[in-house]
């Protein structure tokens, strides 16, 4: 098996200067039409540090929600949605990769306003609601179509620095395939107030028990959807609760239990050590993320993997996995190892030869196909 190009690694590159399928703003290039303007905010920037950072892209998200407000005026719906969803993610962009600062949490607070606005006419609603768990409270997006019965339900999961409003597309998908969705922080990320760590898991639980409680939920049809670090976390629930788990998609995820060759711990520490070449907090702050290690990595394996946690063969629900061959932040021998491990049948994979982290470059493909594959599954 080779997880890599021959001979050499395809390591994703986190420089913010540029703009590559699987460089930094893979993150958002499928909620970006115009990649030619997107080139050109890039272009502009002087530094990754928010004095520089948030300006341009507040900026650019401002213009585009204030377009959204006029076609609003007009009447023209359509038209202000697709401004509006422009604007929140620019403004995704300024806040990246989190809250880390008052004006991070303000740019936030920009991403949310605009996202309310892409929502205001959506038919069904986009629900504003909370998950109890352990005495805290979860904010999350709730979406149900209308129907005659119960229908089935996917818990859409985020990652480390993508947010809920950033997976609005995931639950325009579910509807589109008769289900409904439930869009949630991660913990440690926007406003899921549990740390990250292995037994946040609850927090999904929660989440999961909250749908199947729901009228419009049939509570024995409820999947999960998952992309990068929520990958993992859309499989780690899977092994963690089988009996109301019905399906999951997961897109990319790491650690499952694969332990990397020498070659492949020197891409991956390589890659996430890239990310601490930047600081996207005050000037004179530290970067927001440390640099790798293998000894972290291995630090990682042992604490999360899904062999670790005696996950693998829990997991015995339908799973579809995707990823990019060439993805070294979640490398793609993860999938491999679950197909090789666990129950005999149930498990599918789809990789993509020339793909990096997440296969973001086939998106368009593999999106609309997981939920079209959740539907089925979930019918049965």
Partial sequence: MTTAAEGRAIVSDENPFFVTPRGFYRRWLAMLDDHAELQA????????????????????GRTHEDRGDALEAQKDYEGARREHLIAKTYYAIARFPWELSPLKRDVSADCARAFRKANAHLDPPVQVVDIPCDGKSIRAHFRAPSASRPVGAVLIMCGADVFKEDR??????????????????APGTGENPFPWAPESVKAWMAAVDWMAARPEVDGNRIGAFGISRGGYSVMQ????????????????GHPFGYELTPQEMDWVV????????????????????PKWSREKE?????RWSLKSLGLVDRITMPTLMINGKNDI???I????????????????????????HCAFKYYKEWAPASFKWLADKLSR
Avoid at 168 to 185: F, H, K, N, R
Avoid at 298 to 302: G, M, R, S
Wanted: charge should be negative.
């Fill in 41 to 60: 905010h890039v272009d502009s920037l002087k530094a990754s540090t928010e004095d520089e950072w948030v300006p341009v892209w507040r900026t650019a």
């Fill in 168 to 185: 609005g597309w995931a639950s325009d998908m579910c509807i589109a395939e008769g289900l409904a969705a439930l869009v949630m922080d």
């Fill in 237 to 252: 629930l899977a092994g963690a609760y089988p009996e109301m788990i019905k399906a999951v998609v997961a897109s990319a």
């Fill in 270 to 289: 390589e890659g996430r050590s890239r990310r601490s070449l930047f600081v996207y907090g005050p000037p004179g702050s530290p970067p927001a993320f």
């Fill in 298 to 302: 291995t630090e990682i394996f042992d």
């Fill in 329 to 331: 932040l979640a490398p």
């Fill in 333 to 356: 021998g993860n999938i491999y190892y679950m197909l090789e491990h666990g129950p005999v049948t149930g498990r599918e994979a789809r990789i993509y030869p020339d793909g990096g």
